[in-house]
């Protein structure tokens, strides 16, 4: 079956411009993770969302940073007034979301340039 | 406070050479779970395995190989007559499984290079 889609690919943008990541899970899967990918930071989780629960924000870096999931499907991570640190590939998992024992599914990420 | 140590940054080895990653992590929980991934060139992240606290049992998947050892808190992979499709970066995740919640916590990979 289809795996994790992530878009766009690629993303290129100015300094202080906003950017939004879209992400569509495993059809089927109620768990859904963004992580960021950078040389400084290597992978780290900045949110979750399960079912119709309030996503834990523990991994937000700042409040620029956002996501929502909409019909608990597919889910988009907006950054604000975005900055040269913000620059990474975004990745983005999703799972069946079972308690206990889990596998997290990847998508191929979006490599994030902010010039 | 969860942690994931692969102190190999990088390993090289030429073709049908066997080689191990190493893996050792700390939590203070006694429910959690190991992943090993894998991420080639492309960048997607291939999951390869996954393992719970209460399974020590090794496992073997053809040419890949996983040791467990709690007493040593370890959990290390071993690819055996390495190819040159093994080139990729190896990443060592862990999870607590007390909760729904679970996110990854991983270590910093190690680069592997297989020539031929």
Redesign the interface.
């Known amino acids: 079956g289809a795996g994790v889609s992530q878009s766009p690919s690629n993303k290129v943008t100015e300094k202080g411009k906003d950017v939004e990541l879209r992400c569509d899970p495993i059809s089927g899967h109620t ?1 859904l ?1 963004w ?1 960021r990918q950078s040389l400084g930071q ?4 900045l949110i ?1 969302f ?1 079912g119709n629960s309030a996503p ?1 924000k523990s ?1 937000l870096p700042s409040d620029r940073f956002s996501a929502e999931r909409t019909g608990g499907s597919v889910s988009t991570l907006t950054i604000q007034r975005t900055q040269q640190e913000d620059s990474a ?1 975004y ?1 983005c ?1 999703s ?1 069946l ?13 979006t ?1 994030l340039t902010v010039l | 406070a969860q942690k994931v140590t692969q102190a190999q940054t990088e390993i090289s080895v030429v073709e049908k050479e066997d080689v191990t990653l190493d893996c050792v992590y700390e939590t203070r929980d006694t429910t959690y779970y190991l992943f090993w991934y894998k991420q080639p060139p492309s960048g997607e992240l291939v999951f390869l395995i996954r393992r719970n606290s209460f399974d020590e049992q090794n496992e073997i998947s053809g040419r890949y190989s996983w040791n467990f050892q709690k007493s040593t808190s370890s959990f290390n992979f071993t690819i055996t007559a390495s190819q040159v499709v093994d080139s990729a970066v190896y990443f060592c995740a862990l999870s607590e499984g007390r909760r729904g919640f679970q996110k990854l916590v991983f270590g910093t990979g190690t680069r592997l290079l297989v020539s031929p």
Do not use: C, N
């Open positions: 768990a993770y992580y290597g992978l780290e989780f979750y399960q834990d991994g590939v990745l998992a799972s979301g079972l308690a206990g024992d889990d596998t997290q599914y990847f998508g191929p990420g490599r």
